[in-house]
T-cell receptor, first 114, second 116 residues
Framework: DQQVKQNSPSLSVQEGRISILNCDYT??????FLWYKKYPAEGPTFLIS?????DKNEDGRFTVFLNKSAKHLSLHIVPSQPGDSAVYFC?????????????FGQGTTLQVKP | NAGVMQNPRHLVRRRGQEARLRCSPM?????VYWYRQLPEEGLKFMVY????????ESGMPKERFSAEFPKEGPSILRIQQVVRGDSAAYFC??????????????FGSGTRLTVV
């Protein structure tokens, strides 16, 4: 039962353009969402998060949008840089939970071409 | 300020042997989480521990897997009688206290277990 889904296994964009990575979830109890970036042979690195009481959160080149009615979130990277090439995971949690347990999507591999 | 340290980075075990994976959390962090990433999949939660306590082990397979986080020393994930399906990357993360996922907790670089 995949509660968090990233339906695009890969995405390729040109340097300087916008990268849009998508994520869908099924569990309405999820109220906190995070994006992680992962390079090969390294652990995931936290990028940005959003609470369900918001619909947008911005940090530099990264913006996360949340559409609760559609149970959909997206990560926008503008402008994209070659160093952004990595695997991106979205993750969700019921914030009321005290276990800190994150439910991850399968990941999307982003390639930014110079 | 060292991050989350996992060792070994790579571990090869024959079927039936035991695997021990170690995780030293960041300084000052007393909460540890273990995740497993199978090939071509996302990370799957396994267990959440505080010092000397298992808080949530809902993601742990019922048999052969165990985890501990003693008062002194690293957290250990132990897999007995390994099988080929245990081959995966195992990641550990730590946080300073409960409920601090909102800024994302810090992951180690992982241990890649290969069962031959």
């Amino acid at each position: 039962d995949q509660q968090v889904k990233q339906n695009s296994p890969s995405l390729s964009v040109q340097e300087g353009r916008i990268s849009i990575l998508n994520c869908d979830y099924t569990n309405s109890m999820f109220d906190y969402f995070l994006w992680y970036k992962k390079y090969p042979a390294e652990g995931p690195t936290f990028l940005i998060s959003i609470s369900s009481i918001k619909d947008k959160n911005e940090d530099g080149r990264f913006t996360v949008f949340l559409n609760k009615s559609a149970k959909h979130l997206s990560l926008h990277i503008v402008p994209s840089q070659p160093g952004d090439s990595a695997v991106y995971f979205c993750a969700a949690t019921p914030g009321s939970s005290n276990t800190g347990k994150l439910i991850f999507g399968q990941g999307t591999t982003l390639q930014v071409k110079p | 300020n060292a991050g989350v340290m996992q060792n070994p980075r790579h571990l090869v075990r024959r079927r039936g042997q035991e695997a021990r994976l170690r995780c030293s959390p960041m300084k000052g962090h007393s909460h540890v989480y273990w995740y497993r990433q199978l090939p071509e999949e996302g990370l799957k939660f396994m267990v959440y521990l505080q010092k000397e306590n298992i808080i949530d082990e809902s993601g742990m397979p019922k048999e052969r897997f165990s985890a501990e986080f003693p008062k002194e020393g690293p957290s250990i994930l132990r897999i007995q009688q390994v099988v080929r399906g245990d081959s995966a990357a195992y990641f550990c993360a730590s946080s300073p206290r409960q409920g601090t996922i909102y800024n994302g907790y810090t992951f180690g670089s992982g241990t890649r277990l290969t069962v031959v």
